[in-house]
C-alpha cells in the first residue's frame, strides 16, 4: 500500500487529524481515574498523589497503527498547592510525537471542613513536544519535490489552561490545550499554527457506600478544524472487602461526518465508538483496561483499539473527604 495513502486512511478512520490530536490524545483512559491526563487544574486534586502508566495500541494486524503511552504523576504540596508532569509518546503510521508536561495547579477550598471537599482549582502545564515525520520509506517514480526523503523533527513550546469545580460528589472541568501558536512548520504543505482544543465534562456519583454508579459527558473541540465530538459515560463501583471493583462503558460519536463513496453507493459516516471499560482498586493498587470499537460501514480493519493502566496512589491514609468522589479519595 502506498505509504502516503496509508497515512491519510489511518487518520481519516479514526476521526481525528494529526493536527487536531497534537499533544497528548483524548482517549478514554481519564475513565480510569486519570483526569490530570487531560486537566491540568486536576493536579494534586487530593491530599496526596498518584502515578499512571498507560499504554494504548490500535489494529495489531496492521503495520504502524497507532500507538501510544503516557507516564503521568501528580502531587498536592501544600494546603493550596498541586505539581504535577506528563511524559507521553504517540505514534501514527509515519508521524508521532514525544513531550513533556509540567503542571502548577492552585486548589481553593470553598470550606472550612477539611473532611468536605469543595473545591475551586486552576491549573497551567507547560510543555515542549517533539514531532516526526519519517519519510524514509516513501517512494516516487518521478521526482517529488513534497518529499524529502528524510526524517524530519521539529520541537515546539506550548501551553494547556484548566479549572475543576468539585463539591461532594459532584464535578466539572474545562481545558483549553495547545493555547500558544505552535509554528512547527514540519510538512512541506502550508500548516496553521491554531492547533488549540477546548473540553469540557461534568459527572456525578449516585448511591449507597457498596454500590455506586456515576453517569458523566466529554466534550472536545477543535477550534481550526471545527472538529466536535461528545462521550456518554457510565460506571458502575462495587466493594469488596478492602478493594473495589468497577467497570462501565462510553459511546463517543463525532458531530462531524465524511463523505464516501464506494462506486456503487455514497453517503456520510460519523465517527461512533463503543468502549468498555475494567478496573480495580486494591491497596494502593489500580488497574484497568478499555477495548473501543469503531461501528459504520466504512473502517481500517476490524479489530479494536486496547488500552491499559497501570497506577499507584501515595499518602492520603486518613484525611480523606467525606464522599464518594474517587478522583479526590484514593
Known amino acids: 500500500m502506498n505509504p502516503k495513502f496509508l497515512l491519510i486512511l489511518v487518520m481519516l478512520t479514526f476521526g481525528f487529524s494529526v493536527r487536531a490530536q497534537e499533544g497528548v490524545p483524548v482517549y478514554f483512559d481519564y475513565l480510569a481515574d486519570n483526569y490530570y491526563l487531560v486537566y491540568p487544574s486536576m493536579a494534586g486534586i487530593g491530599e496526596g498523589g498518584k502515578i499512571r502508566l498507560t499504554a494504548r495500541k490500535q489494529w495489531f494486524d496492521i503495520q504502524n497503527a497507532p500507538n501510544l503511552q503516557t507516564l503521568n504523576a501528580h502531587f498536592r504540596v501544600s494546603d493550596n498547592s498541586g ?3 506528563i511524559l507521553y509518546n504517540d505514534s501514527n503510521g509515519y508521524h508521532s510525537q514525544t513531550g513533556l508536561k509540567l503542571t502548577y495547579a492552585h486548589h481553593l477550598k470553598l470550606s472550612y471542613d477539611f473532611r468536605t471537599l469543595h473545591q475551586l482549582s486552576f491549573g497551567l502545564s507547560t510543555g515542549v513536544s517533539m514531532s516526526t515525520l519519517d519519510e524514509t520509506d516513501f517512494r516516487s517514480v518521478a ?10 523533527s521539529v520541537a ?3 501551553i494547556d489552561l484548566g479549572v475543576s469545580y468539585n463539591i461532594f460528589e459532584f464535578y466539572a472541568h474545562a481545558a483549553v490545550l495547545n493555547v500558544l501558536g505552535a509554528g512547527r512548520d514540519l510538512y512541506t504543505v502550508q500548516e496553521t499554527d491554531n492547533l488549540r482544543r477546548f473540553l469540557f465534562s461534568m459527572g456525578y456519583v449516585f448511591g449507597r457506600k457498596s454500590l455506586r454508579i456515576e453517569p458523566s459527558v466529554l466534550l472536545q473541540v477543535s477550534e481550526f478544524t471545527r472538529e466536535r465530538a461528545l462521550d456518554l459515560n457510565a460506571k458502575v463501583y462495587k466493594d469488596v472487602g478492602n478493594s473495589t471493583i468497577w467497570g462501565g462503558l462510553s459511546y463517543r460519536r463525532s458531530f462531524n461526518g465524511a463523505s464516501f463513496n464506494t462506486g456503487t453507493t455514497a453517503g456520510e459516516q ?3 465508538l463503543f468502549t468498555p471499560i475494567a478496573g480495580i482498586n486494591f491497596g494502593r493498587m ?6 473501543s470499537y469503531q461501528v459504520g460501514d466504512i473502517r481500517f480493519a476490524d479489530g479494536g483499539f486496547h488500552q491499559i493502566t497501570i497506577g499507584y496512589n501515595i499518602g492520603q491514609n486518613s484525611n480523606r ?3 464518594f468522589c474517587p478522583a479526590a479519595n484514593y
Do not use: E, H, K
Open 83 to 85: 505539581v504535577g508532569g
Open 286 to 291: 489500580l488497574f484497568s483496561y478499555n477495548y
Open 156 to 158: 515546539y513550546f506550548n
Open 270 to 272: 460519523r465517527l461512533q
Open 321 to 323: 473527604y467525606d464522599c
Open 143 to 152: 521526482p517529488d519535490p513534497l518529499i524529502s526523503g528524510q526524517r524530519n
